[in-house]
């Protein structure tokens, strides 16, 4: 009898909807590689799952106070970077020690963060969430939020089939919303697909592009994603980058290579954005390196010989790699107006 | 729909029937439980002090840490690869239950820690949950030990310590394999469910192989050489008690 009544119960409407996701495929840009691991493997991507990730991540509710949501750092039109900020803000009138990086192409990435602590997609939002000069919340405090709200009842019930969170939960929406997050329709990719053809500047510019930065800032990722010293003297914060986390001194001053794609939108630069636009950091690797610095990466070691002319045609280069599909896309971008500190 | 309800009725009725008759067959379960001491008193969280062995008094107010792939091996037979983790709390400490696979057993195994593989596979639940307080949000990895408490020999704020036992890659690995043998062998009987007890002694936390003096060191907060020399402390904790 009892066992009766449970299958009937189980057939019953709770009120919070059906639970019936809809599957979405992860497609891989034309020509690029597979990602060395699926991300999505042990995280079906489905539509309802990327919905409430991208719920949770314009959400300023989710910090102790409810004025910064993931997106107040990671803007969708400074591509999920933070507008001319060089550092980011946090609660209570406190900062970040670094730049925050811009959101793209997460898929392809086995490390997070510029000193790579963070060694799966899934967990990092974790770090800006409970970290006091940031979002300063909870765990507990975030879930129990999630419980109550009958919207995020609704939106955790169609992606899960129960309308309470959990952190397992929580974390994967997120991630199949960031992991979505793919930038491949630059002026750069329509040219490199035959649509579209550079001008005579951007083509010198991309040959200087590929004798000086694309071993670390490699195609079609613009980026390699390994951890490099560049010759950035050490920064009054005393930032050590990837040596914090391995313990290596051989990591002393190295920290992860950033996507050049959508670089003309993603500004300031550097770990510590100190550097503020395109021309000044072609000019740092240029004039700035500083050759003392121990560990110099072995790429960097022939000077970089640019006149003023060529310096421009690596800019406008550069620019090429911006993607305003990616950064005033509807499916990635807030449903309503976007709330930010300023 | 009806024609479905039946289905599946029928299959669960099979399923319990077929249960009960498996039940008959088998022996019972083996359970193993974890009892924490300092200084040869049951340990007491928050409101008991206890002495180091280099002389300091703490106040401890929480010790939790995981314990994986807890096993009983045989010398009679090959043991089975298991892969499971426990989270273990001194204030709760809840009992853990093992599927006997054979008649005679001769050793506890389990690590002390969380398999590497866990700790880079994302967002898990259970044990493994980063709502356990367990889980390093700023340099992804579990918390394998952590002991937390007050002692006037700290030199931190609030006089603190905090002792968060950690790692999985690398020089400073700190997973620990401890295997215990039993006093004499463990023969499993049908319908009797054996108790083994392990003792959890705190004491040998500060000095069974390195070192530890809150005065020279209050806190190890993430991976490195300091936690790794504390790791090596950890197995010695371990004591087989008392075993019904």
């Known amino acids: 009898m009892a066992i009766f009544l449970f299958i009937i119960g189980a057939t019953k409407d709770d009120g919070y909807g059906a639970y019936r996701p809809q599957k979405i495929s992860f497609k891989i ?154 930038s491949a329709n630059s002026k750069y990719d329509q040219v490199m697909n035959g649509k579209d053809t550079f001008s005579n500047f951007e083509k010198k510019g991309y040959i200087h592009y590929k004798t000086y930065c694309g071993s670390c800032h490699q195609e079609p990722l613009f980026t390699n994603n390994s951890f490099r010293n560049n010759g950035y003297s050490l920064n009054r914060r005393n930032d050590l980058g990837r040596m914090g986390i391995t313990r290596s001194s051989t990591d002393s001053l190295k920290f992860k290579v950033p996507t050049l794609r959508n670089v003309q939108l993603s500004g300031p630069y550097m770990h510590d954005g100190s550097i503020f636009s395109v021309p000044q950091v072609v000019d740092f690797y240029i004039n700035k390196i500083n050759r003392a610095v121990p560990g110099l990466d072995s790429n960097l070691r022939k000077p970089i010989v640019l006149n003023k002319l060529q310096k421009n045609e690596l800019v406008y280069f550069l620019y090429t790699l911006t993607d305003t599909s990616f950064t005033k896309s509807k499916r990635f971008g807030p449903d309503g107006p976007l709330q930010f500190k300023h | 729909m009806m024609i479905k309800i039946q289905k599946l009725l029928t299959s669960v009725i099979i399923l319990l029937l077929s249960n009960v008759v498996f039940a008959q067959n088998n022996p019972a379960y083996v359970s193993i439980q974890f009892k924490h001491f300092a200084n040869n008193q049951p340990l007491v969280l928050v409101d008991s002090a206890y002495t180091n062995s280099t002389g300091e008094s703490f106040q401890p107010t929480r010790l939790k840490y995981y ?109 620990r394999k401890v295997i215990l043998t039993l006093p004499e062998p463990l023969m499993i009987e049908a319908s009797k469910s054996p108790k083994i007890t392990i003792h959890v002694d705190l004491d040998k936390f500060w000095n069974s192989k390195n070192n530890i003096s809150i005065a020279s060191n209050a806190l190890i907060m993430s991976p490195g050489a300091l936690a790794s020399a504390a790791a090596d402390n950890l197995p010695a904790m371990f004591s087989i008690g008392n075993i019904e």
């Open chain 1, 29 to 182: 840009p034309k020509g690029w590689p597979k990602p060395s691991t699926d991300i999505f493997a042990k995280n079906k991507l489905t539509e309802q799952g990327f919905q409430l990730g991208k719920k949770l991540f314009y959400d300023t509710r989710l910090s102790i106070d409810s004025t910064i949501s993931c997106a107040s750092c990671h803007q969708p039109f400074a591509a999920f970077s933070s507008l001319d900020h060089d550092v980011s803000h946090g609660i209570g009138n406190q900062f970040t020690t670094r730049n925050a990086p811009a959101l793209m192409n997460l898929a392809w990435m086995n490390s997070f963060h510029w000193d790579g602590a963070i060694n799966h997609l899934e967990v990092q939002p974790l770090a800006p969430l409970t970290a006091p000069n940031e979002m300063g919340q909870t765990l507990e405090g975030i879930l129990q939020f999630l419980r109550e709200d009958e919207e995020y009842r609704k939106m955790f019930k169609a992606a899960y089939g129960d309308p309470n969170a959990s952190s397992e939960r929580m974390l994967k929406a997120m991630a199949q919303f960031t992991g979505s997050l793919v």
């Open chain 2, 67 to 175: 314990i994986s792939n807890l096993q009983l091996l045989s010398n009679k037979t090959k043991p089975r690869r298991i892969s499971s983790v426990h989270l273990i709390d001194a204030a709760d400490p809840q009992n853990i239950y093992l599927d006997p696979y054979t008649v005679e057993y001769n050793q506890v195994s389990f690590v002390i820690g969380v398999d590497s593989a866990l700790n880079c596979s994302g967002a898990q639940s259970g044990a493994l949950d980063p709502v356990n307080g367990m889980f390093w949000t700023w340099n992804t990895g579990y918390i394998y030990f952590k002991l937390e408490g007050y002692s006037a020999a700290s030199t931190n704020d609030l006089q603190k310590i905090e002792y968060h036992i950690g790692g999985y890659s690398g020089v400073f690995k700190a997973n």
